[in-house]
């Protein structure tokens, strides 16, 4: 099954980094990415998806009770996703604002760029 852009940016943000049950997270992570994903953050660059799952892991670790959200509808050109989010505690306003941007072959992400644009205290 071929996925659009759409579709992989909300399962990149939804199905993958808002999943707590490890198992599904990594089934998610196997159809969402190929094996050698590249995934750009502020601080570091992740190389695959072994990598790209433990970053997810450790993201859910830090701030278990925080979801994320799309802030908007999924923009696609070509091979390009974009979709914006917000994260944040659940009923909260957010706490970090931003977006991700991937570049999409053969149906799966091949890189993904995650920019933030806005930081607050949380509430």
């Not at 094996?35 to 072994?50: A, F, L, Q, T």
């Not at 979709?83 to 991700?100: A, E, I, R, T």
């Not at 149906?107 to 920019?115: F, H, K, R």
Request: no cysteine.
């Amino acid at each position: 099954m071929t996925s659009s852009p759409a579709d992989l940016m909300r399962r990149n943000l939804l199905d993958v980094f808002n999943e707590p049950d490890p198992a599904r997270r990594a089934a998610a992570i196997a159809e969402t990415y190929t094996e050698d994903v590249v995934w750009h953050e502020s601080d570091r660059i992740v190389h695959g998806r072994k990598d790209l799952e433990r970053r997810a892991e450790e993201l859910r670790a830090e701030n278990p009770d925080w979801v994320f959200q799309p802030a908007g509808p999924v923009s696609e050109l070509d091979d390009i996703g974009h979709l914006g989010f917000q994260y944040g505690p659940v009923d909260q306003p957010p706490v970090v604002s931003g977006m991700d941007v991937a570049r999409i072959k053969d149906g799966v992400i091949i890189e993904l760029y995650t920019i933030v644009t806005e930081m607050r205290q949380p509430s």
